[in-house]
């Protein structure tokens, strides 16, 4: 049967939800081109969630062996939208300009990694080898939709200028790592170490920005300077040798 087995953990849950709301009124003495008077409104609501799961499990089966993990779950969501107008006008109140325009995003992620640790003792005293297997994840996806109508008066005149829009983007991260050690006793306060430590991430996004068609009435439109995406994979081979000096309370390593 095992000798120990430990499994302390912490969680936490939160959740937020923030409304505001804003009134701006500004005056141009003299006027600016016509203009001498600028009102703005804007609501906006913020919603946040959190939760976290910490873990730790020790089993130690017997005098020489040892074995750790660590998981970490973190989950965050966000939903925000915000609603605008706003309108220009003249001494006697005349508009110049109006707008009004909403946005809203959402976004949901994690970020999930786990570690497990591996301990053995050899027989002859200060002889050992410890391995550290290190993997995790992060992930993001959002969503979102941008609309905002511009008028401009001048006169009899109306021009309008539009914007209707919706977005949407993923990125993903993975990482993987190991840590092999072993230590070998040279003489009473000599000690050699071996590492050996490889590691790989991968990672990627996608992020699409697409705009109304008027014809279709479907988002069809690639907006080129808000799209991209990409891919990467990074692969690192570490290894060296260590002697470690001891005396008393000194420690020399090199």
Do not use: C
């Not at 001494?91 to 992620?109: M, N, Q, Y």
């Not at 080898?129 to 959002?142: I, K, P, T, Y």
């Not at 609309?147 to 990125?171: E, I, K």
């Amino acid at each position: 049967p095992p000798r120990s087995t430990l499994f302390p953990y912490t969680t936490l849950f939160r959740s937020t939800q923030t409304d505001n709301g804003q009134i701006l009124t500004r005056q141009y003495l003299p006027p600016q081109d016509s203009i001498a008077l600028y009102n703005q409104a804007l609501i906006s609501d913020n919603g946040n969630g959190n939760q976290r799961v910490d873990a730790r499990l020790e089993w130690t089966p017997d005098s020489t062996n040892s074995v750790i993990f660590q998981p970490r779950l973190y989950f965050q969501s966000t939903d925000t939208e915000n609603l605008g107008d706003a309108a220009n006008t003249t001494e006697s109140f005349t508009p110049v300009s109006t707008a009004t325009s909403l946005h809203h995003d959402k976004i949901d992620g994690d970020n999930l990694s786990g570690r497990l640790t591996m301990r053995h003792r050899f027989a002859r005293r200060g002889r050992n080898v410890s391995v550290d297997l290190n993997a995790g994840r992060n992930l993001r996806d959002g969503s979102g939709d941008q609309r905002s109508l511009t008028d401009y008066f001048a006169g009899d005149t109306t021009t309008h200028d539009t914007l209707d829009q919706q977005s949407a983007s993923h990125s993903l991260t993975r990482s993987y790592s190991t840590r092999i050690a072993f230590t070998e006793p040279l003489r009473k306060n000599i000690q050699l170490q071996a590492i050996y430590s490889p590691s790989l991430t991968t990672s990627e996004a996608d992020a699409r920005t697409l705009s109304l068609d008027p014809l279709s009435g479907g988002y069809t439109f690639t907006d080129s300077v808000l799209s991209n995406s990409h891919e990467s994979r990074y692969a690192v081979q570490n290894a060296g040798l260590s002697v470690l000096f001891t005396r008393g309370p000194w420690r020399l390593l090199t």
